[in-house]
């Protein structure tokens, strides 16, 4: 009752709340969505934004997806997403989705209801205050954010928010914990929002280290292109770049959709780097002149064969944060205005006079042995998958066997987005997000890409796209295991046993008996597969095929392949973990 009084009198003006600010301030920022689930503590904020008819807010079936939900609505170039999760076990199921975007450099705002002040240390229900032995969730949340602040006067709000807002645009996650009763205060209403549209100032680093590298360079440029050309939304002025250098281009496995696609540079484009990555680009990395990377860190997916040829003397770096391995670094939180200086500074009478196009780009895959079983197999689902989706299709990846298979053999499409989580690689994270791409890219049909073992975590979350009746296609790659795990079984512990064979489903048929009306299939034949997945593309609202293919199947990744070839040299099979397995000295070859 008093959440619908407190609606009532906002509705007519004479009530102006803490969460009124709150819903106010982002829609003046640009926000249109906000993710979450409803509960005790967080209401009054699903209160304000009913009385808002510039913002929506969705009700997720779990915080996890609710915060991966924020996660892909800010990769789809939204500036960055908004969670808002309750008290108690709903603000912790946020902890692995806000670790995503931790890890992944992304920017989110968690709103996290608190219970209220008065009952601070005295036992009441969902303390997370820190008072008299109870959890801190300043404490928690500080660790897995960029900033972190627990609101304990109404009027700090609105210094608060912009704070916070600011933060998260540098990319990561930031976290307001809002205390029940400060939600319900009133406060004076501001004559307008401080910051309103205008961005926080951000650093654009000196790019004079680069410019005189690039000069001198004698021989071919690769690029490196990393997540950080996503954020920022500088693939037009990467493009620009690489055709200034005359040079190749690589992505890291999560910025897969920042070079490469048609039309922009795709002639230039090596694929991917990595443990799903492709040869073609350790290749023409050792041969280069100089390596330029381009908002990465480099982390361990995304190097792993690379460390010996990227080496201190020829290796450069822009962007956010330094990369992992010793190199030049120039450190900026703008690569758009970094890169048009750049391109600006070797252009004309400056431009780099010894650079040179290669005589050949190499496209190379990863080659894994050839599976028997019965199943429709990672490649060829692929190729079909590529046959029917347009451009500007959004492809949203999951974690295991089935993303190592996307990532590596599926292309980007013109115009759409490419998102895969390596930050924590935590599974289910693609329904979520996905969902997250669909509402921020509603014009466009974005396609799920997971294995059942992903969906049996996160999966339901489809509910809320029928709910929604959002354009999104998932295609369920279904080998009744945690794939990924079977594989490790048989080639670091002798294949005695399997924890990870499920007993066999059928989830095309499962959902269409539970979701009436939802366009689902179970596909065993590859042949049937087009004809599926073009109905699953044209259909009005969610739509899914399960795909049937084997858990004995390798994926194309590179520390299994070395595995089975260093056993086939050895002519016996691998028993217990090699140290080459979890270093980053793995050859990207098969």
Sequence with gaps: MAAEGAGAQERSGTAYRVVDHIVGHLASVGVTHIFGVDGANIEDLYDAAYFRSDLTAVLAKHEFSAAVMADGYSRAGKGFGVVAATSGGGSLNLIPGLGEALASRVPVLALVGQAPMPLDGRGSFQDTSGCNGSLNAEDLFGAISVFCERVTKATDIVDALPRAIAAARTGGPAVLLLPKNIQQETITRPEQHRNGHQPAQRQVGNPHPLVRALRRARGPVTIVAGEQVARDDARVELERLRAVLRARVACVPDAKDVAGIPGLGSSSALGVTGVIGHPGAVEALASSAVCLLVGTRLPVMARAGLDDVLTPSRTYS????????????????????????????????????????????????????????????????????????????????????????????????????????????????????????????????????????????????????????????????????????????????????????????????????????????DVTDIDRLPAALATAMHTDGPAVVSVECSADEIPPFVPFLTAIHAAAQECQPPCQPTEQEDTINVPASA
């Excluded at 692929?382 to 492809?395: F, H």
């Design 318 to 521: 822009i962007g956010s944060a330094a990369p992992y391995l010793p190199c030049t670094h120039v450190q900026t939180e703008d690569l758009r205005e970094s890169l048009t200086q750049l391109t600006r500074a070797l252009t004309g009478h400056g431009r780099p006079l010894g650079v040179r196009v290669p005589d050949r780009v190499p496209h190379t895959e990863l080659a894994p042995p050839r599976c028997a079983d019965d199943g429709i197999r990672y490649r060829e689902a692929m190729a079909e998958l590529d046959r029917v989706l347009p451009d500007g299709a959004n492809i949203v990846v999951d974690a295991g066997n089935t993303g190592a298979a996307a990532v590596h053999y599926l292309p980007v499409r013109r115009d759409g987005r490419f998102v895969v989580a390596l930050g924590m690689g935590g599974m289910g994270y693609s329904f979520g997000a996905g969902i997250g791409m669909a509402f921020a890219r509603p014009r466009e049909r974005t396609v799920i890409i997971s294995g059942d073992g992903s969906f049996y975590m996160h999966g339901l979350e489809l509910h809320t796209a029928i709910q929604y009746r959002l354009p999104v296609t998932v295609v369920l790659f279904n080998n009744n295991a945690h794939a990924m795990c079977v594989t490790r079984e048989q080639l670091y512990y002798r294949d005695l046993y399997s924890y990870n064979r499920f007993t066999p489903s059928r989830l095309g048929a499962g959902l269409a008996a539970m979701f009436p009306g939802l366009v689902s299939t």
